[in-house]
């Protein structure tokens, strides 16, 4: 008998032709809704394999009843929406889709940096809303880019990629990170800093840390007191790791001068939010790898994942090889 794979979202057919060779696919009928909590429950107790979106909470509770489950691939370079100690010590490999999307998560981190200096959204706004009655010399003024300071927090290869652009913009890179990043230095140029210097010393404040126990309200009241008034902060990694009432306080009081924010605490976030009320928002909604080669490539990945796994071969990214060797 094959093994039987349940995909918690509609993938494209055509990345999933493969798995099908060697199982038995089911995939949850929606691409927008999401599977209710109660049917990933009932298909992870027979699954072999789950191949999840960053939407799905897999914790201990579902993988305690996940009798026969061998591979969670999750379609994602992140994986803090699984709890990967309980998968573990339970023997169930956790795959992810790095490298392929780091590209273009930097391009769009990049892309949100640029849209919320020049004030490209609020501007574009402007002129389909017909406010535009006339050119003036401080007309949707923003703030330059080039020759500014970027601060990467979290230089990975996503901010490895972000801190090759700002080369470009002739910008001048700091970067934080748990260990120092000597490549970035040597061929990018880049400085390593303390988290505090970091924040006090950079223009642009850009986060592509994961989120983890110490990445958590990581930005709270106190960091951003401690950037440039005239500060604007990046966030494409993850909504946990800012306090987003004290992001709020900072914007509207000018603490700060304005975020980019492709990720939120609570995904989607309500449409009544207090930080999209602001014009110095930029709010995406979690669009970092959305490019159609890339989100086809993350999916092909993802399948290739399972199908090593469920064939007693290597995949190509796993997060726990530990239990590979076991
Ligand atoms: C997206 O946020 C990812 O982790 O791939
Ligand atoms: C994180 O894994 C990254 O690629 O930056």
């Not at 009655?133 to 330059?144: E, R, V």
């Not at 001048?172 to 970091?198: C, M, P, W």
């Not at 494409?236 to 001068?257: F, P």
Request: with cysteine.
């Amino acid at each position: 008998e094959k093994p039987y794979v349940f995909i918690t979202r509609k993938v494209p057919e055509e990345t999933v032709k493969p798995l099908e060779d060697i199982a038995t696919v089911h995939m949850w009928s929606s691409e927008e809704e999401p599977v209710p909590p109660d049917v990933l429950l009932e298909e992870a107790k027979h699954a072999d394999a789950l191949y999840t979106m960053l939407s799905e909470r897999i914790d201990d509770s579902l993988l305690e009843q996940a009798d026969n489950l061998k591979v969670i691939a999750n379609l994602a370079v992140g994986y803090d929406n699984i709890d990967i100690s309980a998968a573990t010590k339970r023997g169930i490999a956790v795959c992810n889709t790095p490298d392929i999307l780091s590209d273009t998560t930097a391009d769009l981190t990049f892309s949100l940096l640029m849209a919320t200096a020049r004030r490209i959204v609020e501007a574009a706004q402007y002129i389909k809303n017909d406010q535009w009655k006339n050119w003036s010399p401080l007309l949707m003024a923003g703030t330059d880019i080039h020759h500014k300071t970027i601060g990467i927090v979290g230089m990975g290869r996503i901010g490895s990629a972000v801190a090759k652009r700002a080369t470009g913009f002739d910008m001048e890179i700091l970067y934080h990170n748990r260990s120092r990043k000597r490549e970035v230095e040597d061929q990018l140029g880049a400085t390593y800093a303390s988290f505090d210097q970091l924040i006090q010393k950079s223009d642009y404040v850009v986060c592509l840390a994961p989120l983890t126990d110490e990445t958590r309200d990581m930005f709270n009241q106190e960091t951003f007191s401690k950037m440039k008034s005239s500060a604007i902060f990046i966030n494409a990694s993850r909504g946990q790791v800012v306090d987003e009432t004290a992001l709020y306080e900072a914007l509207s009081n000018q603490v700060i001068a304005a975020a980019g924010l492709d990720v939120f605490r609570e995904e989607p976030i309500a449409s009544d939010h207090p930080l999209l009320g602001l014009d110095n928002v930029v709010a995406l909604p979690h669009i970092g790898s959305a490019s159609l080669e890339t989100r086809y490539g993350m999916a092909n990945l993802a399948s290739r994942n399972i199908a090593a796994v469920l064939s007693g071969r290597t995949p190509e990214a796993i997060v726990n090889d530990s239990v590979l060797t076991s």
